[in-house]
């Protein structure tokens, strides 16, 4: 199944999850309904005045649970990282010298940039000894990505990004954002049992002494019962909702790690060690119940039918078809005297976290064997469009590689809150003297002379790296970037701007740069109404069409006739019936912005198909360079289909 396959998969079941949140809605309607009408003794009322006693009744109900839930969901826009905090969860620091939480972060970061999405916020939850983790957020912007101290503890390298990658495959699928939406409904569902123990509570404070001279003439306590009994049955349906919704993603999930990381053993290890060990998945926590269908393994034991998560054997099976269940009880036995360590494992392999540059002819940049900017390469089409959203192997090797190529000081600077601003504009600065000294003095003026200063000093550490460096550069400064005040991100595209401009042109790098730091600066604000998985079509678009096949065209083939051919290649797998024609765009990229809104508002199917007609544009001539290369990751991202680094041979 490819990427475009699962967002309609994924936007299939937010539409059941709708229905069957409705079908949950009406039962509880009708289970406070009959209560009413027995306490009020329906039978003996007028037509007309027990229709309209039921309708308020009905009315009510409908009110307080969609009430609950669009609090729930509101309460829930400040990200995965509220979702984690909510749980006890503490944000990992970024300078941490501690090796368990090194070694996390070192994951996270490769496999980011493996599958190309933003580095998501990093936390721990340190009082839970059980083995699991979830990833929250709307959206790739805002994402989380949440593991237990337990987790840490007993798994190796290997297992942990076993369970990192299973985690992104639900950040690249849109299952995040789906996740959010169930929390909110199922939060609206479960609030009217918390009325319902209200009324319970008030009907026999008030109504005590009353009740044995008043046969049960107060009616708040049975009134209270049935929205108790309405309330669990809508648990009850709820659960199930979550386990119709979950199961088949898991399996999904490890399908996705076992690509990611190019191995089955390290996420089969991580399941049986939590079949093996005493504290298994478990949470403590009371709330996990709420974000049960987020976590890697069951959070709680649930019977088979309200479990969201396959059983362990069956999962540790599909990834070791060689696996017997009878190994679990002997592993059981042994780590119960002998619990694993995951770093003692790791040290016997002889594996480190160390972050040093690679050492190279290059010096400091750690360029080394990374091929010339201008170098044109053979890439296959097919073998892009297979990339989308679906890292191979070679992704997440080649993104440990991009990684330990950027110098060590870089990362720290891009990891940091106080440093990450300059770093980023630094990215920005011309190599033509003149140029640069007016960068300098416009962000003086605009900004200041610290930050103006600090971007100079940025820039001249980072004047030579590589250009597949910098995306992942950036990509690494994306939760350093975010953590700033709101005020602050609005600077910070105000002066990506201003750097832009101050040469009267802008180069495919800048644009791509700029593009993406600014969206997701804007998307981390408002992350909820993020799009990517509307309902256009390319008939309806075709002007947006020709304008990204034209900026393509003219980007990678300067001749106006290989232009022509090349955009011609592009609408006819595309838009075959259509009579745009190629027009050379006088602003270059910068024709794009108009085109953004109706192409990323395209139906999933319709953008497998743009996605394609891009790749043909720019393979017409059966290479790409660098720079179109890096153009196309952009344009998928800004699409949100995620198109991981592309391993160019030098």
Request: net charge neutral; aromatic share 4%; hydrophobic share 45%.
């Amino acid at each position: 199944m490819n990427f475009f396959e699962r967002q309609r998969q994924v936007r299939r079941v937010s539409a059941r999850l709708v229905a069957l949140f409705v079908l949950a809605v009406v039962g509880i309607v009708a289970v406070v309904d009959l209560a009413v009408f027995v306490v009020f003794d329906g039978v003996s009322r007028q037509p007309a005045a027990l229709l309209g006693m039921l309708a308020v009744t009905s009315l009510a109900t409908v009110a307080v649970i969609g009430l609950a839930a669009l609090v729930r969901t509101v309460a829930l826009r400040g990200g995965g990282g509220r979702v984690a905090r909510d749980l006890g969860g503490v944000p990992v620091p970024p300078d941490t010298t501690d090796p368990q939480l090194r070694r996390l972060r070192n994951v996270v970061e490769e496999i980011a940039i493996a599958s190309s999405v933003p580095v998501p916020e990093i936390y721990l939850l340190p009082r839970e000894e059980g083995i699991n983790a979830f990833a929250a957020g709307w959206s790739t912007s805002d994402a989380a990505i949440a593991v237990t101290r337990g987790t840490l503890e007993r798994l190796n390298r290997d297992e942990l990004q076993g369970v990192i990658a299973h985690e992104f495959s639900h950040v690249v699928n849109g299952d995040m954002r789906l996740n959010i939406r169930l929390m909110g409904l199922l939060f609206g569902i479960l609030f009217l049992a918390v009325i319902g123990r209200g009324l319970l509570r008030t009907g026999f404070v008030s109504g005590g002494r009353s009740r044995s001279d008043n046969r049960g003439g107060n009616p708040l306590p049975l009134i209270g019962l049935a929205m108790v009994a309405a309330g669990y049955v809508g648990v009850l349906v709820g659960r199930l909702i979550k386990a119709s919704v979950s199961r088949q993603r898991e399996y999904l999930a490890d399908a996705s790690a076992v690509q990611f990381t190019r191995q089955t053993a390290g996420l089969a290890g991580a399941l049986k060690k939590i079949a093996g060990l005493p504290a298994g998945s478990k949470l403590a926590n009371p709330k996990s119940e709420e974000v049960g269908h987020m976590l890697f393994g069951s959070g709680a034991r649930l019977s088979a039918l309200f479990a969201t998560h396959p059983p362990l054997p069956e999962r540790i099976k599909a990834l070791d078809p060689s696996f017997d269940p009878a190994e679990l009880a002997a592993l059981s036995q042994r780590w119960a005297a002998a619990p694993p360590s995951g770093l003692a494992e790791d040290q016997a392999l002889g594996l480190t976290e160390n972050r040093a540059p690679r050492a190279t002819a290059d010096g400091p940049t750690g360029n080394g064997d990374l091929p010339d900017a201008d170098a044109r390469v053979r890439v296959d089409p097919a073998e892009v469009l297979d990339r989308i959203g679906a890292a191979p192997p070679a992704s997440y090797l080649h993104a440990t590689d991009l990684l330990a190529r950027i110098p060590s000081e870089l990362l720290d600077q891009a990891r940091r809150p106080d440093t990450v601003v300059p770093l980023i504009l630094g990215l920005l600065l011309s190599a033509d003297p003149q140029v640069r000294a007016r960068q300098h003095a416009e962000i003086f003026e605009r900004h200041g002379k610290a930050l103006a200063d600090a971007t100079w000093q940025a820039g001249h550490a980072t004047a030579g790296l590589h250009p597949l460096l910098r995306l992942p550069l950036a990509e690494v400064a994306f939760p350093a970037l975010t953590r700033r005040p709101p005020a602050e991100r609005d600077a910070v595209a105000d002066a990506m701007a201003t750097l832009v401009r101050a040469d009267g042109r802008i180069s495919v790098f800048e644009y791509c740069l700029s593009r993406l730091v600014g969206d997701e600066l804007r998307e981390s604000l408002t992350p909820s109404s993020r799009s990517g998985n509307g309902r256009g079509t390319l008939r309806g678009a075709p002007r947006a069409v020709g304008t990204l096949f034209s900026v393509l065209a003219q980007a990678g083939h300067p001749d106006p006739a290989t232009a022509e051919r090349a955009f011609a290649a592009g609408t006819a797998q595309t838009l075959p019936q259509s009579d745009v024609r190629f027009s050379a765009p006088a602003n270059g990229v910068l024709e794009l912005e108009s085109a953004w809104p109706q192409l990323d508002g395209l139906r999933p199917a319709e953008k497998a198909r743009l996605v394609a007609g891009a790749v043909a544009v720019i393979s017409h001539d059966g290479v790409m360079t660098v720079p179109e290369i890096e153009l196309l990751r952009t344009i998928c991202l800004i699409l949100h289909s995620p198109l991981p680094p592309l391993p160019v041979p030098a």
